[in-house]
């Protein structure tokens, strides 16, 4: 089975301070997707990575897909309130085409 | 439309009572998704669908649920003898394939069902 394990489950920080989120497997994805999802919404995509080692940067947020394509992390540099959410990894097998593997997710709170 | 919509928002039931869940994908997507959540939890994948054909039904939990999708767009879930174990969000997804490049999932803001 293609388990994604994300850690922490849970992570509560105050305003400023840095984190990162993992998520491991022992498959091969093509692509993997992070999303994160506000109470009461659907996930929101926020990056795609596709290339083993690729490191993306959105404002405060770093991924990076490991080079063997098994593993990810989001990394977030001075976490603010709106950083608050439910951050979810998604991995993509194009030999199972329609079919993404979901982690369980990390509830990120940020106390201000 | 703009983005993925679901309706109703909220549904509440009695055990035993049938409901009907809908997805309206983005324009022009050809492929659409179903998925479960509990609080909190990650996605349980349900059954997907490229144009109307679900080559994937593996995750449905039971011959409760059924899903169908005509003219390539709008998709509905479908419950029979709801049982409370199957309270919910049901999130619908689509994307433009399901090949590389083009199976990113854009998500609706889910259907949230309790059954009583």
């Known amino acids: 089975t293609q388990l994604l394990e994300q850690s922490p489950q849970f992570l509560s920080i105050q305003e400023g301070e840095n984190l990162t989120v993992y998520c491991n497997s022992s498959s091969v994805f093509s692509s993997l997707q992070w999303y994160r999802q506000e109470p009461g919404e659907g996930p929101v995509l926020l990056v795609t990575v596709v290339t083993g080692g690729e490191v993306k940067k959105l404002k405060r947020l770093t991924f990076q897909f490991g080079d063997a394509r098994k593993d990810s992390s989001l990394h977030i540099t001075a976490a603010q309130p709106g950083d608050t959410g439910l951050y979810l990894c998604?991995?993509?097998?194009?030999?199972?085409?329609?079919?993404?593997?979901f982690g369980d997710g990390t509830t990120l709170t940020v106390k201000p | 439309g703009a983005g993925v919509s679901q309706s109703p928002s909220n549904k509440v039931t009695e055990k035993g009572k049938d409901v009907e869940l809908r997805c309206d994908p983005i324009s022009g997507h050809t492929a659409l998704y179903w998925y479960r959540q509990s609080l909190g939890q990650g996605l349980e994948f349900l059954i997907y669908f490229q144009g109307n054909s679900a080559p994937d039904k593996s995750g449905l939990p039971s011959d409760r649920f059924s899903a169908e999708r005509t003219g390539g767009s709008v998709s509905t879930l479908t419950i029979q003898r709801t049982q409370q174990e199957d309270s919910a969000v049901y999130l619908c997804?689509?994307?433009?394939?399901w090949g590389a490049g083009t199976d990113t999932q854009y998500f609706g803001p889910g259907t949230r069902l309790t059954v009583l």
């Open positions: 998604a991995g993509a097998r194009h030999t199972n085409a329609g079919k993404s593997t």
């Open positions: 997804a689509s994307s433009l394939g």
